[in-house]
């Protein structure tokens, strides 16, 4: 395995480690000393229950669907849930098109919500500044699938580490403000903003692209990697910034985390395609474009897999998974099981995994 020398965003975070450090120690001679307190406990948030939610948005939707442009409004908008005495609650946001390739090519664009903590104060909303909701892309059953089955795999990545986004799926009513009438409703997911995953995990969000295989923590570093082939994605960057994130922690720890999966073999959508400079065609083949990383980590991320199986295997079968489609259920685990065949074959994980690996970073898709 090939572990890269000191790169830029190395330099950058030891640095930016450094100043905060040295701030703390400034204002606190005793730090060093001092014994950690205790977090005091989180308070309950959006994102703690995975119970579906009946939402209703209304906005101008034709102008919503006119925003293609890389800069666009906010929009108002409302969005409305039945309270404890059923009584309708209505919270006032802003709403914005957001995105590339599916705002170019969807008939109902991606958004992102805005919330004001005054407005979301005492509501579900309460503690949410700017989430992404994805929508369905077309409005048709097959097209609401795509999206249940990527809500699937954001759960089995919290399954496996909570270095990532938690979901929310919402039942959701679209109503166009002009007209006053419902045009579609369609379940959707809500993720958890990168800033909340950093404060959740006492970390820092890094905006800083050009990692290095030696660059991130090594567990993290391995998991990413093998989650991307565990579903078949091959559209993302670490070295890009495209579909991961990294959150820095205190000690200077760079942890990875990947999104947006709906070009996955495990979503399997029709609009989905696989850059034509990769060795496959398909995008149900699998390809790993991960890091190279000590075999160690691989060791353990198998190893994880595998103890996590009945679990992951059992999120089709639950409340929210009963939602999908029995036969793309089923096919969805025929996938996975390809995937434990590769791993438990030490000759087959050698070849499509730890020689597969990425010593340097090559090319990656265009943000979409």
């Keep these: 395995m090939v572990i890269s020398a000191r790169s830029p965003l190395r330099s950058f975070l030891g640095s930016f480690v450094a100043v905060i450090i040295a701030g703390e120690m400034l204002s606190n001679p005793v730090l060093a000393q001092a014994p950690e307190p205790k977090p005091p406990a989180p308070p309950p948030t959006f994102f703690d229950t995975e119970a579906p939610l009946t939402l209703a948005l209304t906005a101008n939707l034709k102008e919503l669907r006119g925003d293609k442009k890389e800069e666009v409004p906010w929009r108002p908008a409302t969005i409305a849930y039945a309270g404890a005495d059923a009584a309708p609650v209505k919270v006032p946001l802003r709403v914005r098109t957001r995105g590339i390739w599916r705002l170019k090519t969807c008939e109902f664009p991606p958004l992102r919500l805005n919330f004001t903590s005054e407005a979301a104060k005492g509501t579900l909303f309460q503690g949410l500044d700017k989430p992404k909701l994805v929508s369905y892309c077309r409005n048709n059953d097959r097209f609401e699938q795509y999206v249940l089955q990527e809500l699937q795999l954001y759960r089995i990545y919290q399954l496996l580490t909570p270095v990532s986004h938690k979901v929310r799926l919402v039942r959701l009513a679209y109503t166009d403000s002009a007209k006053g009438k419902i045009e579609t409703t369609r379940y959707a997911i809500l993720l958890e903003e990168p800033k909340a995953i950093a404060a959740r995990l006492g970390g820092t969000v890094l905006e800083q692209k050009g990692a290095l295989p030696g660059d991130l923590d090594e567990f993290h570093d391995a998991l ?102 029995r036969g793309v259920a089923k096919e969805t685990l025929k996938y996975f099981d390809d995937f434990y065949r590769t791993i438990n074959d030490p000759r087959l994980a050698r070849r499509n995994i730890l020689e597969a690996c990425v010593s340097h970073p090559g090319f990656s898709r265009a943000p979409g």
């Design 224 to 325: 990413v990697g093998v989650f991307q082939y565990f579903i078949g994605n091959t559209d993302f960057s670490t070295h890009g910034l495209h579909n991961v994130e990294l959150l820095a922690q205190p000690d200077g720890v760079i942890l990875p985390l990947a999104y947006d999966f709906d070009f996955s073999g495990a979503v399997n959508a029709s609009y989905a395609t696989v850059d034509p400079r990769l060795s496959v065609t398909r995008v149900r083949d699998r390809l790993f474009r991960g890091f190279c990383t000590p075999s160690a980590a691989f060791t353990r991320v198998f190893a994880l897999f595998n103890e996590k199986k009945p679990q992951i295997y059992a999120l089709y079968n639950d409340q929210v998974g009963s939602l999908m489609d």
